[in-house]
């Protein structure tokens, strides 16, 4: 499946007041927030990238156009000759799309329309959530379910308390977000072209179409509780820092598991392509 991945806005939550790069451009480890969302994908078979450009575009294309597979390869040295025992992007299509330095995500998609407009299915995201989400299983679902796009939910991540007010102004409860039944909008989207049906010019992905097909009853949410992080901030680009020079690294199943073919993946649940 075609993946495309926003990544044009200008994460002012991210930028340190130093450099101009754009927040997937951050690092955690050797390689970019956006190196690790495309390496995910791949590790499931799906290699063929659509990349939705705004604020820093150059940065991301010249990353690519000059990309060091030496980064996070092992390789040989010998007589000046490179021996690579390994390489990450070879085999990865990537098609670099300016979308607008101002446009919603919804607008984003709408502009690089004629490049999944043929595809039954397709894959789209953010590009700085890492997680270590079972995506063969959660394509299965959607695949079984008749929708028309799916989003992945996971639990509150935020860190503060609801309270509850009385009539006079006393408060009745405190209850911290994270223990609430709630589900958060976690990216990771399975989608059809049906949702161009429902993007409205400069609208919004999830505001508008994900609203929409959710009224047909045509929006599935893929629930799950396991590792999922946003880098919408230094701290939390930091905490994954940490995280990855400690060895706790969940989102790199490529590290643990071989890579998955998705029709073998597939296959294995009871589902044909």
Request: proline share 5%.
């Amino acid at each position: 499946m075609k993946v495309v991945l926003f990544c044009g806005g200008y994460g002012m939550r991210m930028r340190d007041g130093v450099t101009d790069l754009p927040k997937p451009m951050t690092r955690v480890g050797p390689r970019p927030l956006i190196w690790h969302v495309m390496r995910y994908y791949a590790h499931f078979g799906h290699k063929d990238f659509v990349l939705c450009l705004g604020y820093g575009a150059d940065h991301i294309k010249d990353y690519f156009l000059n990309y060091r597979e030496t980064a996070s390869n092992d390789f040989t040295l010998r007589r000046g000759e490179l021996e690579m025992h390994g390489t990450d992007v070879e085999d990865w299509t990537i098609t670099f799309v300016h979308t607008g330095m101002d446009s919603a995500i919804g607008e984003r998609l709408r502009r690089v329309r004629e490049y999944v407009q043929d595809e039954e299915v397709f894959l789209a995201n953010y590009s700085d959530v890492l997680t270590d989400l079972p995506l063969d299983l959660m394509i299965d679902k959607f695949r079984s379910s008749g929708a028309s796009a799916a989003l992945l939910a996971v639990p509150p991540q935020s860190a503060f308390h609801c309270v509850d007010v009385a009539p006079d102004g006393m408060v009745t409860s405190v209850t911290s977000v994270s223990k609430m039944d709630l589900w958060e909008n976690g990216g990771y989207l399975i989608l059809t072209p049906e949702v161009f049906d429902h993007l409205p010019v400069n609208g919004d992905l999830v505001e508008d179409a994900c609203v929409a097909l959710a009224k047909q009853n045509k929006l599935l949410a893929y629930q799950y509780s396991g590792f999922w992080r946003a880098s919408d901030t230094m701290k939390e680009r930091n905490a994954l820092e940490a995280g990855y020079q400690a060895g706790n690294r969940p989102w790199m199943l490529w590290e643990t598991t071989p890579d998955r073919d998705p029709f073998h993946a597939l296959a294995e649940h009871g589902v044909h392509a």
